[in-house]
C-alpha cells in the first residue's frame, strides 16, 4: 500500500520529443505527488508537483497529468532536451502518523540524444 | 542559498567497522530524513526525525542507527558495515506541515570492502 511504482526504467528520446514517465500508487490517503530530478553526481531537486484537486500542472515544458480515479500521475516534458537528460523520480506524500514522509518511485533514467 | 551538506562524498570502510554519517541543514527545517539510493530500487527511506531527539524507522532500518541532537544535524549510523550496506545515502529535509518540499543533499556514495 505504501509503494508507487514507476516505469518505465529507462527512456530514449531524440531532442524536440516528447518524454512521458508514469506513476502509480495504492494508498489513497496521499495528497501530494511530485517529481524530482537528480543530474549525475548531485542530489534530487523538485521539479513540479500536483496535488489531487487538479487534474494537470504545466511549467514550462515540464506537465503533470493526475488521474485520481486510476490513481496515476506522469510527467511529460515537452520539446526535450539533451540538458534534460538526468534521472526522474517521482513521488507521493501523505500523513503518517502525524508525520509527512515521501516515499519515492524507483526511478527513470532519461536520455535525450542531440 | 539553502543548503543541505553531507559531510563527505566519498567512503572507503571495512566490513565490521562503525560508520557516521552527517548532514546538516541550514534552513531551520524541522523534519530530517536518510535514503539510500540502489539502481533500480529507487531512494528508500532508512530512517527519519521529525524533532530534536525523536526518530522514525522507514523502510529499511535494519543495520542503522540515527542520532538527532541538534534541530541541524542528523546523523546515519551503521553500527557494523557490511558489503551489502555499500551504496549512495541521500540526506533530506523539509519544513514541518504537508507538502513541503524536500531539499536534498548532495550524497554520500560509501563503500564497504
Known amino acids: 500500500q505504501q509503494q508507487v511504482k514507476q516505469s518505465p526504467q529507462s527512456l530514449i528520446v531524440q531532442k524536440g520529443g516528447i518524454s512521458i514517465i508514469n506513476c502509480a500508487y495504492e494508498n489513497t490517503a496521499f495528497d501530494y505527488f511530485p517529481w524530482y530530478q537528480q543530474f549525475p553526481g548531485k542530489g534530487p531537486a523538485l521539479l513540479i508537483a500536483?496535488?489531487?484537486?487538479?487534474s494537470e500542472k504545466k511549467e514550462g515544458r515540464f506537465t503533470i497529468s493526475f488521474n485520481k480515479s486510476a490513481k496515476q500521475f506522469s510527467l511529460h516534458i515537452m520539446d526535450s532536451q539533451p540538458g534534460d537528460s538526468a534521472t526522474y523520480f517521482c513521488?507521493?506524500?501523505?500523513?503518517?502518523?502525524?508525520?509527512?514522509?515521501?516515499?519515492f518511485g524507483t526511478g527513470t533514467r532519461l536520455k535525450v540524444l542531440a | 542559498d539553502v543548503k543541505v551538506t553531507q559531510s563527505s562524498r566519498y567512503l572507503v570502510k571495512r566490513t565490521g567497522e562503525k560508520v557516521f554519517l552527517e548532514c546538516v541543514q541550514d534552513m531551520d527545517h524541522e523534519n530530517m530524513f536518510w535514503y539510500r539510493q540502489d539502481p533500480g530500487l529507487g531512494l528508500r527511506l532508512i530512517y527519519f526525525s521529525y524533532d530534536v531527539k525523536m526518530k522514525e524507522k522507514g523502510d529499511i532500518p535494519e543495520g542503522y542507527s540515527v542520532s538527532r541532537e541538534k534541530k541541524e544535524r542528523f546523523s546515519l549510523i551503521l553500527e557494523s558495515a557490511s558489503t551489502n550496506q555499500t551504496s549512495m545515502y541521500l540526506c533530506?529535509?523539509?519544513?514541518?506541515?504537508?507538502?513541503?518540499?524536500?531539499?536534498f543533499g548532495q550524497g554520500t556514495r560509501l563503500t564497504v570492502v
Open positions: 500536483i496535488r489531487p484537486d487538479v
Open positions: 513521488a507521493a506524500s501523505g500523513a503518517t502518523s502525524g508525520t509527512y514522509k515521501y516515499i
Open positions: 533530506a529535509s523539509t519544513r514541518g506541515g504537508a507538502n513541503t518540499e524536500a531539499f
